[in-house]
C-alpha cells in the first residue's frame, strides 16, 4: 500500500533536472531545505539533498523509485526545441508526459508543475501581450510546438481535486542565463563564423527574455500556491522577465558584451521568411538521401522578427510573481559567466 506523505513535506522530485532549467530549479531547492530526487537520462552531479536516478523518462518503473515519498514533482524534461526531430518531441514530451503522470499516481504524489512554453500560442506570427486566455496554435510551427501543446493539455486535464492530484502549467519565454547550452553558445558560434551581421526585418519588434532565476521564482511559487483553493490548479501562467526589449538590442547587448559586433544590415522580413520556408521544405524531401539543418529554419525567423511578448498579471495576481532579477543585471551576469565565448579567448 502507497504511503500518501502531506503536501507540506519539503520533498520533491525535479524530472530533468540535470537540464539547464533543471539543475537551476534543483540548486533552488536544495537551498530553501527541499530534499530533491533529480531524474534524468543524463549526466549525474553532486548537491547536498539531492539524490541522482538515472533512467528513460518513458520507463515507469525506472522512474518510480525517484517519486518515492515525493509529495511534489516538477516536469522540467524535454528535447531541445531546435532538435528538429519529430519523433523524439512525441516520445519525450507526449508519451513521456503520460508515465510521468501515471507514476505520478502510482507513488501518491499530490502537486505536479508542469515546464510548458509560450510558444504554445505562437503561429508565427505578432503576439502582443498576450495572455492566457489565447488559444493553443492551430497551425504550430514546429514539432517542439506542436508536442509542447498536447504535453500541457495532458497535464492540466489531469488536475483533480477530488483525489488529492493538483496541476500546473509555467510558460517562460526566451529564457537565458548561465549555463544555458543553446541561446548564447549558438549567438556566438554564429559571430564567429561571420554570420551575425544581418537584421531581419526592421528591428522594432519586441519579445520577452526571460532569466533563468526569474523563471525558477515562478516555479517555485506555483508549487508553493498549489493547494486546493487555489486558482492556480489546471491553470498555465506566464512568466517572463516583464521587460519586452527589442530582439535585435538584446542579441546586440550579449555579441558586444562579449566582444563581438552587432549586427548591423537590414534584411525583409518576408524574403528571409520565404527562403527558410523553402529549405525546410527541401530538408524534408531530401532527408532519406541527404542529412542537412539549415541554419534559418521557419520557427528562427519568426522568432527574430516578430512581436512576441506576454502579460504576466495573471502570474502577479494569483501568485504574487514579480521577477527577483532586472533585464539589465540579467544580461550583465549572463555575459559575465561565458569568460570562454569571448572574442579571442
Same mark, same amino acid.
Given at each position: 500500500m502507497?504511503t500518501?506523505?502531506r503536501?507540506s513535506s519539503?520533498r520533491c522530485?525535479?524530472i530533468g533536472?540535470?537540464?539547464?532549467?533543471?539543475?537551476?530549479?534543483?540548486e533552488?531547492l536544495?537551498?530553501k531545505?527541499?530534499t530533491?530526487?533529480?531524474f534524468?537520462?543524463r549526466?549525474s552531479?553532486e548537491l547536498?539533498g539531492?539524490t541522482?536516478?538515472l533512467g528513460?523518462l518513458?520507463?515507469?518503473?525506472?522512474l518510480?523509485?525517484?517519486l518515492r515519498?515525493?509529495?511534489l514533482?516538477?516536469?522540467?524534461?524535454?528535447?531541445?526545441?531546435g532538435a528538429?526531430?519529430?519523433a523524439?518531441?512525441?516520445?519525450?514530451n507526449?508519451? $513521456?508526459?503520460r508515465?510521468v503522470?501515471?507514476?505520478?499516481? @502510482?507513488?501518491? &504524489?499530490?502537486?505536479? %508543475?508542469l515546464?510548458?512554453?509560450?510558444?504554445?500560442?505562437f503561429?508565427g506570427?505578432?503576439?502582443?501581450?498576450?495572455k492566457?486566455d489565447?488559444?493553443?496554435?492551430k497551425k504550430?510551427?514546429?514539432?517542439y510546438?506542436?508536442?509542447?501543446?498536447?504535453?500541457?493539455?495532458?497535464?492540466l486535464?489531469?488536475?483533480?481535486k477530488?483525489?488529492?492530484?493538483?496541476t500546473v502549467a509555467?510558460?517562460p519565454?526566451g529564457?537565458?542565463?548561465?549555463?544555458?547550452?543553446?541561446?548564447?553558445?549558438?549567438l556566438v558560434?554564429?559571430?564567429?563564423r561571420g554570420?551575425?551581421?544581418?537584421?531581419?526585418g526592421? $528591428?522594432?519588434?519586441?519579445?520577452?527574455?526571460?532569466y533563468v @532565476?526569474n523563471v &525558477?521564482h515562478?516555479? %517555485?511559487?506555483?508549487a508553493?500556491?498549489?493547494?486546493?483553493?487555489?486558482p492556480?490548479?489546471?491553470?498555465a501562467?506566464?512568466?517572463?522577465?516583464?521587460e519586452p526589449?527589442f530582439?535585435w538590442d538584446?542579441m546586440?547587448q550579449i555579441l558586444?558584451?562579449l566582444?563581438?559586433n552587432a549586427?548591423r544590415y537590414?534584411?525583409?522580413y518576408?524574403?528571409?521568411?520565404g527562403?527558410?520556408?523553402l529549405l525546410w521544405?527541401?530538408t524534408?524531401l531530401?532527408?532519406p538521401?541527404v542529412?542537412?539543418k539549415?541554419t534559418f529554419?521557419?520557427?528562427?525567423?519568426a522568432l527574430?522578427?516578430?512581436h512576441?511578448?506576454y502579460s504576466c498579471a495573471?502570474?502577479k495576481?494569483?501568485?504574487?510573481?514579480q521577477?527577483?532579477?532586472s533585464?539589465?543585471d540579467a544580461i550583465?551576469?549572463?555575459?559575465?559567466?561565458y569568460?570562454h565565448?569571448?572574442?579571442?579567448?
Amino acid at each position: 500500500m502507497t504511503t500518501r506523505v502531506r503536501p507540506s513535506s519539503k520533498r520533491c522530485a525535479v524530472i530533468g533536472g540535470s537540464g539547464f532549467l533543471g539543475r537551476h530549479l534543483v540548486e533552488k531547492l536544495a537551498d530553501k531545505g527541499y530534499t530533491v530526487s533529480v531524474f534524468d537520462i543524463r549526466q549525474s552531479y553532486e548537491l547536498p539533498g539531492v539524490t541522482f536516478y538515472l533512467g528513460d523518462l518513458c520507463d515507469k518503473q525506472a522512474l518510480l523509485p525517484a517519486l518515492r515519498d515525493v509529495s511534489l514533482v516538477f516536469h522540467c524534461a524535454s528535447p531541445a526545441p531546435g532538435a528538429d526531430d519529430r519523433a523524439l518531441f512525441e516520445r519525450v514530451n507526449i508519451s $513521456g508526459t503520460r508515465t510521468v503522470i501515471q507514476a505520478c499516481h @502510482e507513488a501518491g &504524489v499530490q502537486k505536479l %508543475v508542469l515546464t510548458s512554453s509560450a510558444s504554445v500560442v505562437f503561429e508565427g506570427t505578432d503576439i502582443k501581450n498576450g495572455k492566457e486566455d489565447l488559444p493553443y496554435a492551430k497551425k504550430p510551427i514546429d514539432f517542439y510546438t506542436l508536442t509542447k501543446i498536447q504535453q500541457e493539455k495532458l497535464v492540466l486535464e489531469a488536475c483533480d481535486k477530488e483525489n488529492g492530484f493538483l496541476t500546473v502549467a509555467i510558460r517562460p519565454h526566451g529564457i537565458f542565463g548561465p549555463r544555458d547550452p543553446q541561446l548564447v553558445p549558438i549567438l556566438v558560434d554564429t559571430a564567429r563564423r561571420g554570420k551575425m551581421k544581418f537584421i531581419i526585418g526592421n $528591428g522594432s519588434n519586441l519579445v520577452d527574455f526571460t532569466y533563468v @532565476e526569474n523563471v &525558477v521564482h515562478g516555479h %517555485v511559487l506555483a508549487a508553493e500556491r498549489l493547494r486546493p483553493e487555489s486558482p492556480i490548479c489546471g491553470q498555465a501562467y506566464h512568466i517572463t522577465n516583464d521587460e519586452p526589449v527589442f530582439f535585435w538590442d538584446f542579441m546586440s547587448q550579449i555579441l558586444v558584451g562579449l566582444g563581438y559586433n552587432a549586427p548591423r544590415y537590414h534584411l525583409p522580413y518576408w524574403l528571409v521568411y520565404g527562403i527558410a520556408l523553402l529549405l525546410w521544405v527541401l530538408t524534408v524531401l531530401l532527408r532519406p538521401l541527404v542529412s542537412w539543418k539549415p541554419t534559418f529554419t521557419p520557427m528562427r525567423v519568426a522568432l527574430a522578427g516578430t512581436h512576441h511578448y506576454y502579460s504576466c498579471a495573471r502570474a502577479k495576481q494569483d501568485m504574487g510573481y514579480q521577477p527577483v532579477v532586472s533585464l539589465k543585471d540579467a544580461i550583465m551576469l549572463t555575459v559575465e559567466s561565458y569568460p570562454h565565448l569571448r572574442q579571442g579567448a
